[in-house]
């Protein structure tokens, strides 16, 4: 059962998933263990990776391990395709948030479509945003704000993005995945790189 769990943690790592507390918590129970996690990042270790934890210790990711000469120009255009795609991740989290009345968004929360799309009809600034949003998944001609919903809502499920994950088809109901946590890292990462310019560091106490 352990090196079946390995097994299943560690592919998904590498496919760029997301191992979280709510979402797979059989999978994150394994990694309570520090002797799991030893044994996963010596393994990605032979390939340049690490295991790491979000802040707020609720979600596993594969990272580098460190940049190196090899790997810098690899991780610069990593981190330049993250920053890019960044307000789209955020537009969407903000528009779920914002339709469902939530306070913030966190991994394993129902996002349910017919709520979404009530919230939407009733809400002009939300409709903006969702058309801000279906303008860069650019996958129909159709404007109807049901149309422009169902294409944001599977742009989001893809495995590139992998905001989503469809846990109900029949009733539209969709869970918001780990990479939530990791999104919020890397708003976080890049509004302190914002408030501290490059060549300067903070000041000792």
Do not use: C
């Amino acid at each position: 059962m352990s090196d079946d769990r390995f097994r299943r943690i560690a592919t998904h790592l590498l496919q760029g998933g997301f191992i979280n507390r709510q979402t797979a918590p059989d999978l994150f129970e394994y990694l309570e263990s520090p002797d799991s996690v030893a044994g996963l990042r010596d393994f990605l270790g032979r390939l340049g990776l690490t295991a790491a934890l979000t802040s707020n210790e609720e979600t596993w990711y594969a990272a580098l391990a460190g940049i190196t000469e090899g790997n810098r120009a690899a991780a610069r255009e990593t981190a330049a395709q993250a920053k890019r795609e960044l307000r789209y991740w955020v537009g969407f989290l903000k528009l779920a948030m914002t339709a469902l009345d939530e306070p913030a968004p966190f991994a394993g929360a129902r996002l349910h479509a017919h709520r979404l799309m009530g919230a939407i009809q009733d809400n002009l600034n939300l409709q903006e945003t969702l058309r801000t949003l279906a303008q860069r998944v650019r996958s129909t001609a159709d404007s109807s704000l049901q149309s422009l919903m169902d294409s944001v809502l599977r742009w989001a499920e893809r495995p590139e993005q992998g905001l989503l994950d469809l846990i109900d088809e029949q009733r539209g109901i969709y869970r918001l995945t780990g990479k939530v946590d990791w999104v919020l890292d890397m708003i976080q990462a890049f509004d302190e790189s914002i408030e501290r310019p490059a060549g300067t560091t903070r000041r000792r106490a």
